[in-house]
Structure formats: structure tokens, C-alpha cells
């Protein structure tokens, strides 16, 4: 190689310094090669919007970065917030190591020509390009342009094996064929999950990566975009363009608290994983992951897992340390010691559910984003809110599934669950696995409105996105996806609200229109409420009450028996939940005529829990509901923008792909307050 030989890392999900296969090698590997290393971060136009870095007067030449079938920006400012936290925490690890941080703004082929043109004009050589593998259409399509970008340059690029999964793809010796499509036979080929990953890369010490060139032989970003120097400005370019998304949300409630309050980086990572531990989260995770008000439910570690800020194998690596009794640090933590215990157990069985979403992608690629799923099902006549991708048969209009749409993203269906959950979505960027999972099932299955436009609005909005893990699960709780029961799983958004939020803490928490109602079914679906006490209630003129999107006939126990409600009322306490007290088991009415249905999902995902038939509910579909907003607020989180490709390029991964308050405060994880 050339005495000034130029290493391009080109870093995309892999955020961290630790635990890093590109940096471990430079840094363990005296033969590598390369007397400089230069990191490289790109901020792709066509997956986050950057027209906050244009120069004043410019113009982008890319494209907004819309969805396709929503028209939603792909990262909203939840998510913005935590990469910027995420990319500049990488920045100063890398100073602290001895080296630096390139970050640019365009497509892979076109900052890599002009970057390697620049060091080859100032006399250093570019001798590779490096990056770690990804999946995912997008992704795969940027490697390959990548790849011969680097071609045309006479660069070698090399992929490395993504280490940052629970199970090492190496160790796998599983083809895409086979890999099961029901995630229980995945779990019992790998079982017993404790002896699976492998250990963790060693440490890095200071000067050992290759030394930074020189910031005057890098060239600059290209016109018409400027990168900030600073943090602050670096975070506000990104969230400029796509703050209005919060313009027209309901006031944040008086007294809520986000359940994500933490910031991006890998140091703020291994931060919230020794609290997990030395708080007791983990030993307490297993009963408590069904939570839904608190920070502490659940491990809060998915968006650090996604940037690839932290790696599952270090989240393992350190609950063995805690089991065995082999860190000191966590001495005073309950288990510590016991070995494996219900807690730390169910988190790996979470990160094995990661590692699955994932292979499904690697094996269904461009079907990931298709309304017909991993199942080729065509049978489902989705509406749509799109006049052109109208099912035959479809009886709304295009104008009033829109209307529906935005009701249930707005947060005011009058479902007392969903609504809660899209609101503290939308101000938080967060919403529990439990929320999640009833929202899709409402959307989907409630309502039959291509779930997509759920898919793309939980891309835009949640701050630990991650695209196998998003899209893979709106397909399994579509019924298009993985899950064996399909669509016989249904949920009861009002029987999941009572076993799950047993006494309407959540929803009165996030809709505080309900907080004056006292009981359950009330606040729980607000049109239940006696019709003489709306105007006492503060009910009058909402939406929610006088036009629910749907109505779900439920009974309480408790209530006079009646021959008009010919239900089995089930007795004793309800699975999952929390440690409140207990209310009333509730039931619901089973119509004539109507078919069995499983009211309960995975708990966090848990496919290995038998099924339990319930009736499937009584619902009415208010059609006037879908257009009448009432009081509160409205407007679209859509924006202007053009149709057809998405982004900068043209589908995603199939030619049908496009048919059919005041701000959170973001806290270290050892600061959240309780």
C-alpha cells in the first residue's frame, strides 16, 4: 500500500466504539495496512430530512424524505433528536481514542467520489472502504452503490458481518430457506439462549486506531450544504424541517411524563443498562414489561440497540456478570449471584425476537414492505386512503378513510386505549409494546385500513425505530406476517385496557378529556358515558364521545344480568398486568353469529404462550365518525411534497410498493425522574 494510505469506515447502525469489529481489528491488527482512518457518517436525503442544512437561499437537490403511502416524513423529530445525541456522543469517543468524526450529506456514490477525490488531490491514497453489513431493501441497495462507487474509484470496499445481534450470524448455519416461519421453532434451535452469543470485542486504548487526516486534506460538504461545527447547531439543522409534526398536537397533559426521557449514545447505553440492573428492573422485568405508565417497565434499550449504540451481546454479556456474581459494581442488585432468573431470562428471550425480525428480512427482503406481507395474502380487501388503491368493494371514500386515519394518529377514535397511546406517541416518540400491538390491531383489523400507513407513521414518530423490528411486527399483528393464528389474533382494545390498565391510569394520564370520569367503561370509551352527563362531564362536542370511530359493546361484572346480553362472564383475576389492585373481571358480549378470536397478544412478543379464545367483540363502525372532527384539534402531519418515489429513489424493494406542550425534557438514564 501507498505510505499514505487512507482506511474509509463508513458507519451507518453501528454507533459505539466499544464492542466495534472495524475498530477492534485496526486497533489489535498491526498488518492492517493503513497509516490513516477515516470515519465517515452520512446523512442519507432519502431516510431524514436535511433541508435544514441547506445554505440560505439554496435549494435542495434531493427530494423530501416522505414515506410512500402516507406521505409522513421517514424520521420525525423524536428520532432526529436521538441520532444527533447518538452521532455526536460517537464523535467524542473517537476524539478521546486519538481520532474523529466525517459526517456529510448526500448519497453514498456521490460523497464518496468527492471525498476520494479530494484526499487523492492532496496526496493521500485511498486504500479501502470498510462498512458493516446491514438488512434491510434500502440498505442492501446502498451497499451494492457503495460497492461500485468504490469500483469506479479502484477502491476495494469490504462488508463485515453485523456483530451487534444477540446471536453471531456465523455461528447461525442457517440459510434464508430455513429459517422457520414461526418464531417458537427459531427460539428452540437456538435454545438454551444463555450459551449462545459470543463474548465481546476487548477494549480500545488510546492511539491504536490509525491516525485522523488532517481536516484541511478533507474536502467540505458540497454546496448547498453546511455542517454546523457545534452540537446545538448540528441538532436544530435537523429538527428545523420536520418540528411542525408537533404543531398541531393536543397541549401535552398536565402531569404526564415520558416514558423515554433519556438521551442517544453509547455512553448513556451502558449507563441505562447498570441502572436496569442495580434498580432491580431486571430481576422484576418478566411481571413487569407489560407495563404502561413509567420508565422502568421495560428496558427502554431498543432505540440504543437500533443506532447500534450498544450491542445484545454487551447487554448479555453484562447480565451473566450479574448473575454469576462476577461484577462487584452490582453487588447490591436483587439476583445478583442467583444466575439466570425470570427477568434477565425474558430479556434475552426479547433480544432473540430481534435477531428474528431480522432474518425475516434477510429472507423476505422487499416483501417487508408489501400490503400482501410475508404471506403473499391478496385475500385481505384493505382500505385505503389513496383513490387510485381502492379495493373494489372498498364503500368509504378515499377522503373518508384519510379522515379515519387521522383520527386515530390524532389520537381521537374514542378508544380510550389507542387514543392514549398515539398521543403519548406523538409527544414522546414512545408507547409501550402492549400500546403498540392494539394500535395495529385496531387500525388493521378494527378498522381493515392498510396497515402500512401504521407502519410509516411508527417510522416517522418513534424514537427507537428499526426497520425489521417495526415492519415485521405491523405484518404479524396485520395477520400478513409471521404469526401462526394470521388473523384469527384480534385484540379487544377495551378487554386490554382493563387487564392492562386496571385502573385507567394510562389513559387518563394521556387523555385528560376522560379524567373526570369515573368509571372504567367510561374513560375506557367515552361514548358509554349517560348522554345527560356529557355536559357536566366536559363530553359535549368531543368527538370521541358523540362520533367514535368504533364502538365495542363490553360488559362489566358487576352490572344487572339481562336475557338481551347472553354472555359467559369470567370470573377470577385477568393474565398480565401489574400489581394494582385488581378490578372487576370484564367480558365481552359475544353476538350470534360472530367467531372466536384471540383477545390476548404476545406478551412482549412471546409467541410460546398458549392461546386463549375469547369472543370476538361487538363492534359498530360509526361512518359519520370517520369525517366529524368535533372540538379539539385537527390538522395533517403530512406537508407538501411529490408523490411516487420514495425519497431520493424509486420504491422500496418492489414496483407495487406504493399501490393500494412543551418539549420532553431528555435526561441521562441516571437522572430520569420517577
Not at 474509484?153 to 458481518?161: A, E, Q, S, T, Y
Not at 359467559?568 to 370484564?586: D, F, K, L, V, W
Not at 411529490?642 to 429513489?649: I, K, L, T
Not at 424509486?650 to 438514564?669: H, K, M, T
Request: overall charge neutral; glycine content about 10%; proline content about 6%.
Amino acid at each position: 500500500m501507498s505510505a499514505n494510505s487512507v482506511l474509509v469506515y463508513i458507519i451507518r447502525h453501528d454507533l459505539r466504539v466499544s464492542d466495534n469489529p472495524i475498530l477492534h481489528h485496526l486497533a489489535s491488527t498491526p498488518g492492517h495496512g493503513f497509516t490513516h482512518l477515516l470515519p465517515l457518517f452520512v446523512l442519507l436525503p432519502h431516510q431524514i430530512e436535511v433541508s435544514g442544512f441547506l445554505t440560505e437561499g439554496s435549494k435542495s437537490p434531493f427530494p423530501e424524505a416522505k414515506s410512500e403511502i402516507g406521505r409522513y416524513w421517514r424520521c420525525g423529530p423524536h428520532r432526529a433528536t436521538f441520532i444527533a445525541q447518538s452521532i455526536w456522543n460517537l464523535k467524542d469517543n473517537l476524539k478521546k481514542l486519538g481520532s474523529d468524526l466525517t459526517i456529510r450529506i448526500g448519497t453514498y456514490d456521490g460523497v464518496l467520489k468527492t471525498l476520494v477525490d479530494g484526499l487523492r488531490s492532496k496526496g493521500l491514497d485511498v486504500g479501502g472502504v470498510w462498512a458493516i453489513e446491514e438488512e434491510g431493501y434500502e440498505e442492501k441497495r446502498d451497499e451494492k452503490r457503495i460497492s461500485e462507487a468504490c469500483s469506479s474509484l479502484g477502491i476495494n470496499f469490504r462488508k463485515w458481518v453485523d456483530e451487534k445481534y444477540f446471536i453471531d450470524d456465523r455461528d447461525l448455519r442457517l440459510e434464508n430457506d430455513d429459517l422457520p416461519d414461526v418464531f417458537t421453532t427459531y427460539r428452540k434451535m437456538m435454545e438454551p439462549l444463555r450459551e449462545k452469543p459470543r463474548t465481546t470485542l476487548s477494549p480500545l486504548q488510546k492511539d491504536t486506531l490509525p491516525k485522523p487526516v488532517d481536516m484541511t486534506s478533507i474536502p467540505n460538504q458540497e454546496s448547498p450544504f453546511e455542517i454546523p461545527s457545534s452540537y446545538d447547531e448540528f441538532e436544530e439543522a435537523l429538527l428545523r424541517p420536520v418540528r411542525g409534526v408537533l404543531s398541531n398536537a393536543p397541549p401535552f397533559p398536565e402531569g404526564a411524563k415520558s416514558a423515554h426521557p433519556f438521551r442517544g449514545g453509547e455512553d448513556n447505553a451502558h449507563i441505562r443498562l447498570d441502572y436496569l440492573i442495580k434498580s432491580g428492573s431486571v430481576y422484576q422485568y418478566k411481571s413487569s414489561r407489560n407495563g404502561l405508565l413509567g420508565s422502568d417497565f421495560s428496558t427502554k434499550l431498543s432505540a440504543y440497540l437500533a443506532q447500534g449504540c450498544i450491542t445484545a451481546r454487551q447487554i448479555h454479556e453484562k447480565l451473566v456478570a450479574y448473575e454469576d456474581g462476577k461484577d462487584k459494581s452490582l453487588a447490591d442488585s436483587e439476583g445478583y449471584g442467583d444466575g439466570e432468573n425470570e427477568g434477565s431470562k425474558a430479556i434475552r428471550f426479547e433480544l432473540l425476537w430481534r435477531d428474528y425480525m431480522r432474518l425475516c428480512t434477510r429472507k423476505f427482503k422487499g416483501k417487508l414492505f408489501l400490503r400482501s406481507g410475508f404471506r403473499d395474502d391478496y385475500a385481505n380487501k384493505w382500505k385505503s386512503a389513496n383513490s387510485e388503491d381502492m379495493a373494489g368493494g372498498q364503500q368509504q371514500s378515499a377522503d373518508e378513510i384519510s379522515k379515519i386515519v387521522q383520527r386515530v394518529f390524532d389520537g381521537t377514535t374514542g378508544m380510550g386505549l389507542i387514543d392514549a397511546s398515539q398521543r403519548e406517541l406523538l409527544h414522546t416518540g414512545y408507547t409501550s409494546n402492549r400500546a403498540r400491538q392494539n394500535v395495529a390491531s385496531f387500525l388493521a383489523k378494527h378498522l381493515s385500513i392498510d396497515w402500512r400507513y401504521g407502519a410509516e407513521w411508527y417510522e416517522m414518530l418513534l424514537v427507537d425505530y428499526d426497520v425489521s423490528s417495526n415492519w415485521a411486527n405491523w405484518q404479524y399483528v396485520a395477520g400478513v406476517g409471521n404469526d401462526p393464528r394470521g388473523e384469527a389474533r384480534i385484540f379487544n382494545p377495551v378487554k386490554q385496557a382493563f387487564d392492562y390498565d386496571k385502573d385507567g391510569e394510562y389513559v387518563r394520564c394521556w387523555v385528560p378529556e376522560v379524567r373526570k370520569l369515573e368509571k372504567l367503561e367510561h374513560v375506557f370509551q367515552a361514548w358509554t358515558t349517560p348522554e345527560e352527563d356529557w355536559d357536566r362531564l366536559g363530553l359535549k362536542d368531543l368527538a370521541m364521545a358523540e362520533d367514535p370511530i368504533k364502538k365495542i359493546e363490553f360488559s362489566v361484572e358487576g352490572k344487572p344480568k339481562s336475557s338481551k346480553r347472553p354472555f359467559i362472564r369470567r370470573r377470577g383475576r385477568g393474565r398480565g398486568g401489574n400489581n394494582h389492585a385488581t378490578q372487576s373481571p370484564a367480558v365481552e358480549q359475544q353476538p350470534s353469529g360472530t367467531k372466536d378470536a384471540n383477545n390476548l397478544s404476545k406478551d412482549e412478543k412471546s409467541a410460546d404462550r398458549p392461546p386463549v379464545n375469547l369472543a370476538q367483540p361487538n363492534t359498530t363502525e360509526s361512518h359519520r365518525g370517520s369525517s366529524r372532527g368535533g372540538r379539539g384539534y385537527g390538522g395533517s402531519y403530512r406537508g407538501r411534497g411529490f408523490r411516487g418515489s420514495r425519497g431520493g429513489y424509486r420504491g422500496r424493494g418492489s414496483s407495487n410498493y406504493g399501490q393500494p406542550p412543551p418539549p420532553i425534557q431528555q435526561l441521562a438514564p441516571a437522572e430520569q425522574a420517577q
